[in-house]
C-alpha cells in the first residue's frame, strides 16, 4: 500500500484588463489538464479601485477637476497535486501574456 502526499500551489494572478485575466486563467487550467491532478480551483479576488483626482488648470480655477481610476483585478489558482508529478514544468510552460502578472507561492 503507497502513501500518496499531497502539495498545495497557489498561483496568484494580476491585471488591469479583466478579459487577458481570464483568459491566462483558462489557459493555465488548459495546461495542467493533461496532468493527473487532486483538484484544481479558481477564486475571484475582489477588484481594488484607486481614484486619483488631478486639477485642469495649475493656477487658476480650483474646482475644475479631473478624475481618472485603474482597477485591479486579481485571481487565485488553487492546485492541490501529488508531489511525484512536475507542476513547476508544466507552470513554466505556460506563455502568459504581458499584462498579467503572476505570483507561485507553496503551502
Do not use: W
Not at 503507497?2 to 491566462?24: G, M, P
Not at 489538464?33 to 486639477?55: M, Q
Amino acid at each position: 500500500m503507497e502513501i500518496k502526499t499531497n502539495a498545495k500551489i497557489c498561483v496568484r494572478l494580476e491585471s488591469f484588463n479583466h478579459e487577458l485575466l481570464t483568459s491566462s486563467c483558462q489557459k493555465i487550467v488548459d495546461i495542467l489538464k493533461a496532468t493527473p491532478l487532486n483538484s484544481i480551483g479558481v477564486v475571484t479576488l475582489p477588484t481594488r479601485k484607486r481614484i486619483y483626482c488631478v486639477l485642469r488648470s495649475p493656477h487658476v480655477d480650483k474646482d475644475s477637476r479631473e478624475h481618472f481610476e485603474i482597477r485591479v483585478h486579481k485571481r487565485i489558482l488553487e492546485i492541490s497535486y501529488d508531489t511525484e508529478v512536475p507542476i513547476f514544468d508544466k507552470l513554466s510552460e505556460a506563455n502568459l501574456p504581458s499584462g498579467v502578472f503572476y505570483r507561485i507561492c507553496l503551502s
